[in-house]
């Protein structure tokens, strides 16, 4: 049996479904995640996007691809953030905040060089991303 979550956008007027486990979850501290979420952190879960549905409201999701690697997806009716596709990682971030149900164990931080919200809470702390997704994989001190 596969584990399935479904999450809302704030007004409820778009439904999605993510199934499994997510391929990570953790803390993004860069400044876009920041101003995107309204916040001194965002947290993530990155799915496969075969993983990822919108079971109602896809005529409401709207996008805005400030860089090639993040398309954020908001729902269009109440403004609600529902998830961002990152295309040239191959993974889909459904918001933690998002998908309730799923049981949220964060495992690293990434982009902590521009942490605004320094966490103690002994995950590894990358200064920027993994080198699997064109970072310097670069550890940082908490």
């Not at 400044?31 to 993530?44: D, I, K, Y």
């Not at 060089?113 to 200064?127: N, W």
Request: overall charge negative; proline content about 6%.
């Amino acid at each position: 049996m596969t584990d399935k979550h479904t999450g809302t956008c704030f007004c409820g007027a778009v439904t999605v479904e993510v199934a499994g486990a997510p391929e990570a979850m953790g803390y993004c501290h860069c400044a876009s995640c920041r101003s995107w979420s309204a916040g001194p952190v965002n947290a993530f879960t990155l799915w496969k996007p075969e993983s990822v549905k919108v079971t109602k409201g896809i005529e409401h999701i709207g996008g805005f691809a400030k860089t090639e690697t993040s398309d954020r997806k908001y729902c269009t009716k109440c403004g609600g953030h529902v998830m961002t596709d990152h295309p040239t990682f191959g993974l889909i971030d459904v918001y933690a905040a998002t998908i309730p149900t799923l049981d949220f164990k964060p495992a690293l931080h990434v982009n902590y060089a521009e942490t605004v919200l320094p966490m103690k809470d002994g995950l590894p702390k990358l200064k920027d991303f993994p080198e699997a997704f064109s970072g310097t994989g670069q550890m940082m001190a908490e």
